[in-house]
Each structure stands twice: as structure tokens, then as C-alpha cells.
């Protein structure tokens, strides 16, 4: 931790002390949410715009300094809201989301990260246009059974070193975003987070299923795009002289090293599934028990396992696999460090967005299912898409319809939790931020030397494959 986060950290402690409570008596966070001005959401937007803007401007600057754009970001937000609202309610607030939600979001991707890493698979992978389209079809296959990112930090490497000799292939990594790291996690509540909170919330283990045509149709499209993409710059790279015969590891046979990391990978599912089943089968983890930390704010003995168990797995991957292991796939804490940088400051300034979306998502009038697949899939394409999934759930639910799914938020038409569900996965895709490990796949490719477009150049990409594909979604499944 840098001598200057330490300094700011005891600057906002000293400020927040001195800020007089206005709404600190006689008022509850639901009132707190309800009085909230729509301006509040200014630092997380400045977030945003530093992250697409900076790396454009200046890239070194933006390299060294992004954890200090993070935190000036977050007390921008955090200074003005304890000076409306009080100390308590600023501390409140940011516990809840450090403790609850970027902690928890920070270490599952730091096991992930630090497992799959241990993992390497060695040999001719020779990244031709075939051979590129079943990495993908496998990390979109895994995705659904071991989560996104976890099926994204497995075969990212693979990929990458299968492509070493291609001078063209930024978008080979774009399309295993679109693909593995997103669109891929929509058959189980294991494959995507918000499909595990619809889950917690009475959502039936096997209902993801009825997504299968929405992402046949989805895969199939991205699938024939990056083909015959593929095949264009692998022509390219056959004129130019390049061939994967070229490169002498390739001549190596097939072997993977670390596989015995798949035990932690499923040490590592265990415990977001503990999370999930504890307070239903154990009364001593029912209604969100846990360690009282500062006012309602509760850090559940339930998520203390998962969080346990994910750092277990990491602990035994360090020490269980030879270090040339990790060598082979380039392995470093940078990416993950990244994305720890960055992250803190967007949990910290979204709080005013994920409030207001909170307390006013119902009264937006959506009903129709496909409004609310455009409405989550779009917000989920900035904000966490695992609470913006959440408040349309509960938004559906109280419409009051029947029949259709008994959950614990009410009955929510079929087509309706289709509509939710494949829009908060599925357009996770459209910026580096929508989804977790878009950024770790952007983070570690471009570790390894591929030039990863800027935040804008992504969703240039983004919308101009995916939108399209998600409007004959929409004619298809959601009229």
C-alpha cells in the first residue's frame, strides 16, 4: 500500500470527522437513497471517462497513477455525501460496498487468477482459424460449469500462446471476451453472479436451461462472425511468411502441467456455493448472521467461508505447482493488481447509481420484456451487473402477473426472467468494466504483447458486432 493512500485514507478519516451530520439523526438509509440528487453520480462517470480518456493521453502516466485517479475519484463522491448526509452514513455506505462487494468480487478473482495460472498447457497449438474456434467453443462451454472468469483465466493463455506467432489477433481476444468471458455463463447460476443471486432468491437451479436457444442463437452468430474474420487475417499472415511452423514450440507434444489445479478450481466453485446454500440449510449462517462491522453493516459468516475456501485454493496452487509452470504461462500479479486499482474507485463511485437505481428502478415503467432486456443489459454494461439484475428482478416481481416463476421476490413471468437474465450476461460484453474478467483478459493479454484497443476502440468492436446480434435477439425471443 503506497505512502500516499495511506495519507488521503487519514485526510478522508479527519474530513469525514469534521462534516457535520446534517441527516445523520432521525433518518434511514432507505430515506437517505430517496433524497439523493441525481448529480451524485458525477465521480462515477469521471471514473469512467479517466479510465476510456487517460490511457488515450498519456499511457505511462496513466500506468503509475491509476490507483490515485481511483481514490480522488471515490472522495469526490465520498466528501460531499458525508457533508449532506454524516460520518455515519458515508461509513455506512462505503463499508457496505468494500466489505460486502469489492472484497469478495476482489479475492474471487484473485483465486481464479492465481489457480489457472498454475495451469499450463504446452504443445502444437497452432492458432489457425479452426484450432482458434474450439479454444473458444471450450472456454464458452466451461464458462456456464466454472464461471466466466474462471473459464477465462483457464483458457486465455492457451489462446495466447497459440497465437504467439500471429502478428494480427486483437481480435481473437475480443471475441473470447464476447464469448467466454460473458455470453458463454448464461446456462447455470455458476456461470454469471447475477444468475447465482436469482438463485438465492428461489429461481430453480436447472430454470437457466430455457436460456439455451438465446445463447445457441447468440454463439452461433459470434461463432460463424469470428470465423470467417479469423480466416481473413490468418490469409494475411500466410502472405506475409508467417506460418505457426515457424514457431519451434509448436513442434513440442501436447501436455498440460498444473492439472491437478482443477481440484482447487472446484475447492474455489465450493465456496461461492457455500455462500449460496449455508443460510438455507444452517440456521447458525440464516439472516445474513455474520460479524457486526458498523451500524447495519454485517459481514456474513457465510461469505467469511467462501472467502476462506478461495484463498485456501490459491494457497495450496502457489505452493503445489513448479514455478517453471507459471514461468510458461508469463504469470505475474500484475493484471490482478490492475484490476484491484481500478475497481476499488468504480465499487466506491458507483454507490450513488446502484442507490438511485435502487430506489427508483420501478417507477421506469418498464414492463415489456424486451425493455427490460435493453434496460439491464445496458446498465450492466457500466454499473455491477449482478445488483442491476437484482433491482429489475425485484421491479418484475411486483408486477404482479401470472404465471411464472415463484421466486422470493415474487412471480416473474418466464419470458421476463429470459429477458433479465440474458441482458445482464450477455451485455457484460460491451465495455472492458461490464463483466469482471473482461478486464482481466484485456489486463493480461496486453502483459503478453497484444495491443488491446483503448476503452472507446473495445466498444467500437463491441457495438459494432454485438448490437446487431442482440436486436435479432430481441425480434426473436423478447417481441
Known amino acids: 500500500m503506497s505512502k500516499l493512500f495511506k495519507r488521503l485514507l487519514c485526510i478522508l478519516s479527519l474530513l469525514l470527522a469534521a462534516t457535520p451530520a446534517v441527516f445523520a439523526e432521525g433518518i434511514g438509509h432507505e430515506a437517505v437513497s430517496q433524497s439523493l440528487p441525481v448529480w451524485s453520480i458525477i465521480p462515477f462517470v469521471g471514473m469512467l471517462l479517466s479510465i476510456a480518456v487517460i490511457p488515450l493521453i498519456h499511457a505511462h502516466w496513466w500506468e503509475h497513477n491509476m490507483f490515485r485517479v481511483a481514490v480522488g475519484w ?20 462505503l463499508l457496505e460496498s468494500i466489505l460486502l462487494d469489492y472484497i469478495p468480487f476482489l479475492v474471487l478473482l484473485f483465486g481464479l487468477f492465481v489457480v489457472a495460472g498454475g495451469i499450463a498447457i504446452k504443445g502444437t497449438l497452432s492458432g489457425t482459424p479452426k484450432v482458434n474456434a474450439l479454444l473458444l467453443f471450450i472456454g464458452a462451454f466451461l464458462a456456464s460449469w466454472v464461471g466466466t472468469t474462471g473459464a477465462a483465466m483457464l483458457m486465455i493463455r492457451p489462446v495466447l500462446k497459440a497465437n504467439d506467432w500471429r502478428q494480427n489477433k486483437v481480435h481473437i481476444i475480443i471475441f473470447f471476451i464476447f464469448l ?28 437457466t436451461f430455457h436460456l439455451f436457444p438465446v445463447l445457441a442463437l447468440n454463439a452461433v452468430l459470434l461463432f460463424v462472425l469470428f470465423f470467417f474474420l479469423d480466416h481473413h487475417f490468418y490469409k494475411k499472415e500466410l502472405a506475409a511468411g508467417r506460418t505457426p511452423e515457424t514457431v519451434e514450440e509448436k513442434r513440442e507434444p501436447r ?7 482443477i481440484v482447487f478450481i472446484f475447492l474455489i466453485i465450493l465456496g461461492v456455493i457455500a455462500n449460496g446454500v449455508l443460510p438455507k440449510e444452517f440456521a447458525f449462517f440464516a439472516h445474513n448472521a455474520g460479524i457486526p462491522v458498523f451500524d447495519e453493516v454485517v459481514f456474513p459468516y457465510a461469505t467469511l467461508v467462501e472467502i476462506v475456501l478461495i484463498l485456501l485454493a ?11 509452470t507459471r514461468a510458461w504461462n508469463d504469470f505475474s500479479y500484475g493484471p490482478i493488481a490492475e484490476v484491484a486499482k481500478l475497481f476499488i474507485g468504480i465499487f466506491i463511485t458507483m454507490i450513488p447509481a446502484l442507490m438511485l437505481l435502487k430506489t427508483h428502478g420501478a417507477q421506469l415503467g418498464l414492463t415489456t420484456p424486451w425493455q427490460l432486456f435493453w434496460a439491464t443489459g445496458t446498465l450492466s454494461s457500466f454499473l455491477d451487473n449482478t445488483p442491476t439484475y437484482l433491482v429489475f428482478l425485484q421491479t418484475a416481481g411486483a408486477l404482479g402477473e401470472h404465471p411464472g416463476i415463484e421466486t422470493a421476490v415474487g412471480i416473474v413471468p418466464q419470458l421476463v426472467l429470459e429477458a433479465i437474465s440474458a441482458g445482464a450476461v450477455f451485455m457484460g460484453a460491451i465495455t472492458y468494466i461490464g463483466n469482471a474478467p473482461n478486464f482481466m483478459v484485456k489486463s493480461i493479454a496486453e502483459e503478453n504483447g497484444v495491443k488491446m484497443p483503448s476503452f ?4 467500437a468492436w463491441s457495438c459494432a458486432i454485438l448490437l446487431p446480434i442482440f436486436i435479432i435477439t430481441t425480434l426473436i425471443f423478447f417481441i
Request: with cysteine; proline share 9%.
Open 74 to 93: 471515490s472522495l469526490l463522491f465520498l466528501i460531499p455525501f458525508a457533508a449532506m448526509y454524516g460520518y455515519g452514513e458515508a461509513t455506512y455506505r
Open 180 to 207: 467466454v468471458a460473458n455470453v458463454g455463463g448464461c446456462l447455470t447460476p455458476l456461470g454469471d453472479p447475477p444468475l447465482f443471486m436469482g438463485f438465492q432468491r428461489g429461481v430453480p437451479f436447472t430454470w
Open 255 to 261: 501436455r498440460i502441467e498444473g492439472i491437478h489445479n
Open 314 to 324: 490459491a494457497f495450496l496452487s502457489l505452493k503445489t505447482t513448479p514455478h517453471w
Open 456 to 459: 472507446f476502440g473495445y466498444m
